[in-house]
């Protein structure tokens, strides 16, 4: 597809532009004489963005399932509450108090899900809203007066968790996974000591696999004084059921844009709240939103590590999670964590039928098969880009990192039965071809706008500008 600046016909401008008659001081010298618009008609340019739009793909096209970063469907109730027109208010307006209630609420609402005593919603994403986590566990310290300099990371941790410990001047420490799919307690055991300030664990993991030795690893890190953080990325299959606060979680981000319905990706916004047990509130980032005697307001606290956003956070993102809360209830998010374990669990045993599962055992919201069974050498990425040709966005692929030729597969709970078989069905078709037809596969996709294309180069060298020739 051609670039506008390609399509350009000198000429054919739909726009104009009169001279200035304002007085300027610019000096002459600093004025652009030429700027290279593309010249194009009204219907040119609406026809190249609208043919540009079908050839993108998102979770209103069809099924999503990206393992590990949950991408479902978005009820549009949401998307109406964030356009209502008196939220679109400066944050400073004396008149921003359904703001600051809408945000309050929405504090209790995350306090309840998970088990935390008090949340702020400042941190703009899932990563930040680790860094922020970090940055809490080393003032805890800090004010013990106790220097520790390490936090336990399992091997099947999402990527960002050890930048974020490293970006906070921690070292992470890498405890390997067990047969079953969960942490190793003897190597947890073995690394620990009074210099682990903690550890970042998802749960359910990367794996889709809910630890259940939870109880006994929140133990071990508190009999040592550290501090037990989680990753709240994987929160969708625990809505309603299970509480991180009840298994000994200190600390947990929440991805608002996954679990509460606001689409992610592209850069975002985002929204990362971070929530927290009552002994480290007063570190939460100031300001935060009170209610004392009825009235909302701002509180200050001399322990808390500062400010990582401007204002509250991004208010839209939050506004859509509490639209999505309120709309379906208790009784609502229950559901969706049990239709999401469900669907995961019925794909999964449909396709270890053809297809490796490395952990055959119940799992949460997402499984890991892989490619040890492909004949003639077809790979997890030639299987990902066919699945393009039956309409499918591909899963995650070789993450986690733990296991060879990974396909980290989410179905979600929007996701209808005849969707799930449909899915399951191209991966039996795929794995047919595999076997009568490989060099199909490795040349896939073959009906998208753009062929194989080579991935590492795109993305080590990318070009994202347009030169003139």
């Known amino acids: 597809m051609k670039l506008l600046n390609e399509k350009?016909?000198?000429?054919?401008?739909?726009f104009n532009i009169s001279e200035l008659d304002i007085q300027t001081n610019i000096p002459e010298n600093l004025k652009r004489i030429d700027l290279n618009i593309p010249?194009?008609?009204?219907?040119?340019?609406?026809?190249?963005?609208?043919?540009?739009?079908?050839?993108?793909?998102?979770v209103d096209n069809g099924p999503y399932p990206l393992g590990s970063c949950t991408m479902k469907y978005n009820p549009k109730i949401n998307e109406v509450a964030a356009k209502i027109p008196e939220f679109n208010i400066h944050p400073l307006s004396q008149h921003n108090k359904g703001t600051l209630e809408i945000i309050h609420q929405l504090q209790q609402y995350l306090c309840e899900i998970t088990g935390m005593h008090a949340f702020s919603t400042q941190p703009a994403a899932g990563a930040h809203g680790e860094s922020t986590g970090i940055?809490?566990?080393k003032a805890w310290f800090q004010k013990l007066g106790e220097r520790r300099t390490k936090v336990i990371i399992p091997d099947s941790c999402h990527g960002t968790n050890p930048a974020s410990v490293s970006l906070c001047g921690f070292e992470p420490l890498h405890v390997k996974s067990?047969?079953?799919?969960?942490?190793?307690?003897?190597?947890?055991?073995?690394?620990?000591?009074?210099d682990i300030v903690g550890i970042m664990i998802t749960n359910p993991n990367?794996?889709?696999?809910f630890d259940e030795?939870?109880?006994?690893?929140?133990?071990?890190i508190h009999d040592y004084g550290g501090l037990c953080y989680l990753d709240g990325a994987n929160m969708n299959p625990m809505l309603g059921v299970v509480?991180?606060?009840?298994?000994?979680?200190?600390i947990v981000h929440l991805n608002l844009h996954k679990t509460f319905s606001t689409p992610h990706g592209g850069g975002g916004p985002g929204s990362g709240p971070v929530g927290v047990k009552k002994e480290l509130e007063p570190f939460l980032p100031n300001p935060r939103i009170i209610k004392k005697n009825e009235k909302l307001g701002f509180e200050q606290s001399k322990d808390s590590i500062g400010k990582v956003h401007s204002f509250y956070g991004n208010f839209g993102i939050l506004l859509r999670a509490y639209s999505y809360i309120r709309s379906i209830g208790a009784s609502g998010l229950r559901n969706i964590a049990e239709n999401a374990v469900l669907n995961a669990n019925y794909m999964k045993e449909k396709l270890k039928e053809h297809y490796h599962l490395h952990y055959d055992r119940i799992c949460q919201h997402e499984f890991v098969i892989d490619d040890s069974l492909m004949p003639d050498g077809v790979t997890t990425n030639d299987i990902a880009k066919r699945l393009m040709d039956f309409g499918f966005h591909p899963p995650t692929i070789y993450f986690p990192l733990i296991i060879k030729g990974a396909m980290l597969?989410?179905?979600t709970e929007t996701e209808s039965k005849e969707n799930l078989d449909a899915f399951i069905e191209a991966m039996k078709v795929i794995k047919e071809e595999a076997e009568s037809d490989p060099e199909k596969l490795t040349k896939a996709p073959l009906k998208a706008p753009i062929g194989r294309i080579d991935t590492v180069h795109a993305a080590r060298k990318p070009k994202l500008t347009w030169h003139s020739t």
């Open 8 to 14: 350009s016909k000198e000429g054919s401008s739909s």
């Open 206 to 209: 990367t794996l889709g696999i």
């Open 178 to 194: 067990s047969s079953s799919g969960g942490i190793d307690l003897d190597d947890l055991r073995q690394n620990m000591g009074k």
């Open 135 to 137: 940055m809490i566990m």
């Open 39 to 58: 010249e194009l008609s009204e219907v040119e340019i609406i026809r190249h963005y609208t043919n540009l739009s079908k050839y993108n793909f998102g």
């Open 243 to 250: 509480k991180p606060g009840d298994f000994g979680i200190d």
């Open 409 to 411: 597969i989410e179905p």
């Open 213 to 220: 030795n939870i109880l006994k690893i929140t133990k071990i």
